[in-house]
């Protein structure tokens, strides 16, 4: 059974950074996508970045340049570095595992102006 726990969330001021991690369980991250998601408050959940399993990134339009994604395969863990943080990052943030569509309990990130 795929599991998923996302940590890291957290209130930051505008144009600080964060790094959110995606612990996962009973999936290989090299054979996978895995993806960040985020749902602001009314606003529909919307995809951030993904990583494929042979390691080829993407990125929503609003954080190129801003937010990174990356894994440790030993930890079986995904990351998404944040910097240059804007109050229109405000949202929970999700993990997902694409094969299996599982998802994690999410993380809010509040980025006050």
């Known amino acids: 059974q795929v599991q998923l726990v996302e940590s890291g969330g957290g209130l930051v001021q505008a144009g600080g950074s964060l790094r959110l991690s995606c612990a996962a369980r009973?999936?290989?991250?090299?054979?996978?996508?895995l993806g960040w998601y985020r749902q602001a408050p009314g606003k529909q959940r919307e995809l951030v970045a993904t990583i494929t399993g042979g390691g080829s990134t993407n990125y929503a339009d609003s954080v190129k340049g801003r937010f990174t994604i990356s894994r440790d395969i030993a930890k079986n863990t995904v990351y998404l570095q944040m910097n240059s943080l804007k109050p229109e990052d405000t949202a929970v943030y999700y993990c997902?595992?694409?094969?299996?569509?599982?998802w994690g309990q999410g993380t809010l990130v509040t980025v006050s102006s």
């Open positions: 009973g999936i290989i991250l090299g054979l996978n996508t």
């Open positions: 997902n595992a694409r094969r299996t569509d599982t």
